[in-house]
T-cell receptor, first 110, second 112 residues
Framework: EDQVTQSPEALRLQEGESSSLNCSYT??????LFWYRQDPGKGPEFLFT???AGEEKEKERLKATLTKKESFLHITAPKPEDSATYLCAVGVLGNEKLTFGTGTRLTIIP | DAGVIQSPRHEVTEMGQEVTLRCKPI?????LFWYRQTMMRGLELLIY????????DSGMPEDRFSAKMPNASFSTLKIQPSEPRDSAVYFCASSTPAGTQYFGPGTRLLVL
């Protein structure tokens, strides 16, 4: 069974304090690993897709990396507007389904 | 593009009533997904369609739930009869083949 585990459940950082969020996964055949951001009262917003171990992608203060067992979302010098829940999901080869983790709730304190 | 459109945004109903949630996917997307999100269970896939045909409904919790996609631009998720444990946020998402899923704003359902 495909499984996705995110840690920590919640993270509070001071503005400018860099850190990383973890997404561990087990899957029969990885089609892609997806990162989404979700603000309260809104739908998940797509951030990145990673397809193979060693791949990295960046967007503003965020950088996502991928190994064969986990993905990290690194946030550098975060700002209060980066506060949100970050979700990761895995897609399996041969179908279109995504399995989501339960998310990390990130709070950036001014 | 307007993105995925869902209606209503909020629904409050009484136990036993029928609830119908609606979704308009992004034009040109072949796949449509219905998810449910709760604090306890997170984001769960209920059912997904390819070219209007249901492909996998293994996540539909029970027979009280049904989904249809009569054409490429419209889908419904129906709960009949509704129960308090159905209270959740329901999301619709759409994608191209092997593409990124884009989510709608969700429908917040409260069953009293």
């Amino acid at each position: 069974e495909d499984q996705v585990t995110q840690s920590p459940e919640a993270l509070r950082l001071q503005e400018g304090e860099s850190s990383s969020l973890n997404c561990s996964y087990t899957v029969s055949g990885l089609r892609g690993l997806f990162w989404y951001r979700q603000d309260p009262g809104k739908g998940p917003e797509f951030l990145f897709t990673l397809y193979s171990a060693g791949e990295e992608k960046e967007k503003e203060r965020l950088k996502a990396t991928l190994t064969k067992k986990e993905s990290f979302l690194h946030i550098t010098a975060p700002k209060p507007e980066d506060s949100a829940t970050y979700l990761c999901a895995v897609g399996v080869l041969g179908n279109e389904k995504l399995t989501f983790g339960t998310g990390t709730r990130l709070t950036i304190i001014p | 593009d307007a993105g995925v459109i869902q209606s209503p945004r909020h629904e409050v109903t009484e136990m036993g009533q029928e609830v119908t949630l609606r979704c308009k996917p992004i034009s040109g997307h072949d796949y449509l997904f219905w998810y449910r999100q709760t604090m306890m269970r997170g984001l769960e896939l209920l059912i997904y369609f390819n070219n209007n045909v249901p492909i996998d409904d293994s996540g539909m919790p029970e027979d009280r739930f049904s989904a249809k996609m009569p054409n490429a631009s419209f889908s419904t998720l129906k709960i009949q009869p509704s129960e308090p444990r159905d209270s959740a946020v329901y999301f619709c998402a759409s994608s191209t083949p092997a593409g990124t899923q884009y989510f709608g704003p969700g429908t917040r359902l409260l069953v009293l």
